[in-house]
């Protein structure tokens, strides 16, 4: 009894310390941002500030369009969850329940998309953006104009995939059991009616898992719309970053300030979904 006290214990102290080693740089970033100039550049690193001095927010609110680049960020954000939460819930919902010819060819060339990194098609999907038919000046052929390039539709429709979505919901749908498509097959219930009135409603856990995940990987994302956007109208959070840079010199107090703003709706976002994100990811069966 005493040996396995001494084992939790070992366990809860070395998870402490892993806690505190992840969150050292949000705690750095943080106090950062307290900071005044002439504390950032001093020669001795000191990890708390002298005062809690709000110039840095300040400074970093008045620079730029900010109500602009957070209103691009959540439209984008909230515009890719509900999309990819919709075609991979009903993808998922396909492979897992559905019995149709070549599932399981198609399900391994979406295990194949898993294992490939989003820089390998990035420059496809950028000259499928750009040059889509009849719009944005473009002719028939996709030559002629802009296509997608600096629209919402053009930064969104990439992100609304994924793979892993797809697997996730899969692995949660092959949970239920058989008895349910039975019992919904007798009640005069097709397959769209079973996924909408059965399925999609006992699907709240695998959902928030999904939207956790989806919403904090867009809102972080800085790649994708630097190779879409050339507009101040169109730029988001994480690109507004680089206002504070330039050639010779970086406002490490302003930028660390407008981080921190930037990285509050996701904390908020995991706080009231990690119940669910931790019984979501239970339920797949991935440890």
Not at 196 to 214: C, D, E, G, Q, R
């Amino acid at each position: 009894m005493k040996r396995k006290k001494r084992l939790h214990m070992i366990w809860i102290v070395c998870m402490a310390v892993v806690s505190l080693i992840i969150l050292l740089p949000i705690l750095v970033m943080i106090l950062t941002s307290f900071k005044t100039t002439g504390e950032i550049n001093t020669a001795v690193f000191h990890f708390l500030p002298e005062s809690m001095n709000l110039d840095n927010y300040k400074a970093a609110m008045s620079t730029g369009s900010w109500l602009i680049y957070f209103r691009n960020s959540l439209v984008i954000t909230l515009v890719s969850i509900v999309f990819s939460l919709l075609f991979n819930s009903v993808a998922g919902y396909a492979f897992a329940r559905l019995h149709f010819k070549g599932s399981k060819v198609l399900f391994t060339l979406l295990l194949v998309g898993l294992m490939m990194p989003p820089q390998v098609t990035m420059l496809p999907t950028f000259l499928i953006m750009a040059r889509f038919p009849l719009i944005g000046g473009n002719d028939i052929l996709g030559f002629g104009g802009s296509g997608l390039m600096n629209t919402f539709p053009g930064v969104i429709i990439p992100l609304v995939s994924g793979s892993f979505g797809v697997f996730l919901s899969k692995q949660f749908y092959e949970n239920f059991p058989r008895s349910l498509d039975e019992a919904a097959m007798l009640d005069g219930a097709g397959k769209w009616k079973t996924y909408f009135y059965i399925y999609l409603p006992n699907s709240k856990v695998i959902l928030a898992t999904l939207a956790l995940l989806k919403g904090s990987s867009v809102w972080n994302d800085y790649l994708w719309p630097l190779v879409m956007t050339n507009s101040v109208n169109m730029r988001t959070v994480q690109l507004a970053l680089t206002m504070f840079r330039d050639e010779s010199t970086v406002r490490w107090g302003p930028m660390m300030a407008a981080a921190t703003l930037i990285s509050l709706p996701m904390i908020l976002l995991f706080l009231c979904a990690q119940k669910y994100f931790v019984q979501g990811v239970v339920s797949t069966g991935i440890k």
